[in-house]
T-cell receptor
Framework: DAKTTQPNSMESNEEEPVHLPCNHSTISGTDYIHWYRQLPSQGPEYVIHGLTSNVNNRMASLAIAEDRKSSTLILHRATLRDAAVYYCIRGGRYNQGGKLIFGQGTELSVKP | NAGVMQNPRHLVRRRGQEARLRCSPMKGHSHVYWYRQLPEEGLKFMVYLQKENIIDESGMPKERFSAEFPKEGPSILRIQQVVRGDSAAYFC?????????????FGEGSRLTVL
C-alpha cells in the first residue's frame, strides 16, 4: 500500500512550469516524502526528498504543506526529457521498515 | 564513481530454467534493494539486504525466489524454475544509508523474458 495519491497523468508544454501534486494524508511525523521519476525503459531516478521544509535542488523544488498531508513537485521549466512517470513516496524507519513503496505515479507528457 | 551495475541487461530463459541476476552497488554502499516491474505496472518491492543479511524479504514470492548479498561480490537475485509470469524488469538499488533518509540509486535493470 503506497498510501499516496497522485493523478494518473498530466500534460505540460515545453519550457513551462509543472506542478505535480501528491496527497499523503496519513503521513506520520517521521516519514520523509520522496520523489522519483522513471523515464521510458530506464531505471527510476531520484528527484528530491524532504521532511518538513521546502527543498530545492538542481532538478526541482518540493513544496510541502504545513500540515504535511500533501506536497507538490515543481519542475520550473519542463523539457521534453522530463517526460516520465513521477512517483511520490512516503517512507520512514517506522513505516514499512524503511523501504520505499512505489505507487502508480503520475505520467507526465511534455508537448513541444 | 560508477553507478549501480546490473547484469545481464537482458536475459531469456525457457520455462523451468534458472535465472540469476546480479547487482553491484555503488562503491561504499552497503544497502541493496530489489524491485520488480511487470509489464505496464508499477515497481514492487521485493527484498532489502545488507552485507550478509536479509533485512526485509516481505515482497519476495514464497517459492522459487531467493536473494543474497555476500561479504564479497555482487548481490544475486535467483529465480528457480522460471515461469512466464516471471517475465519482468528487475531493478536493483543501493544506498549508503537506510533509504528513508536519503537518495536511492537505481541500476538500469535486468529484463527477463521467459519463453
Amino acid at each position: 500500500d503506497a498510501k499516496t495519491t497522485q493523478p494518473n497523468s498530466m500534460e505540460s508544454n515545453e519550457e513551462e512550469p509543472v506542478h505535480l501534486p501528491c496527497n499523503h494524508s496519513t503521513i506520520s511525523g517521521t516519514d520523509y516524502i520522496h520523489w522519483y521519476r522513471q523515464l521510458p525503459s530506464q531505471g527510476p531516478e531520484y528527484v528530491i526528498h524532504g521532511l518538513t521544509s521546502n527543498v530545492n535542488n538542481r532538478m526541482a523544488s518540493l513544496a510541502i504543506a504545513e500540515d504535511r498531508k500533501s506536497s507538490t513537485l515543481i519542475l520550473h521549466r519542463a523539457t521534453l526529457r522530463d517526460a516520465a512517470v513521477y512517483y511520490c513516496i512516503r517512507g520512514g524507519r517506522y513505516n514499512q521498515g524503511g523501504k520505499l513503496i512505489f505507487g502508480q505515479g503520475t505520467e507526465l507528457s511534455v508537448k513541444p | 564513481n560508477a553507478g549501480v551495475m546490473q547484469n545481464p541487461r537482458h536475459l531469456v530463459r525457457r520455462r523451468g530454467q534458472e535465472a540469476r541476476l546480479r547487482c553491484s552497488p555503488m562503491k561504499g554502499h552497503s544497502h541493496v534493494y530489489w524491485y520488480r516491474q511487470l509489464p505496464e505496472e508499477g515497481l514492487k518491492f521485493m527484498v532489502y539486504l545488507q552485507k550478509e543479511n536479509i533485512i526485509d524479504e516481505s515482497g519476495m514470492p514464497k517459492e522459487r525466489f531467493s536473494a543474497e548479498f555476500p561479504k564479497e561480490g555482487p548481490s544475486i537475485l535467483r529465480i528457480q524454475q522460471v515461469v512466464r509470469g516471471d517475465s519482468a524488469a528487475y531493478f536493483c538499488a543501493s544506498s549508503p544509508l537506510e533509504q528513508h533518509t536519503g537518495e536511492l540509486f537505481f541500476g538500469e535493470g535486468s529484463r527477463l523474458t521467459v519463453l
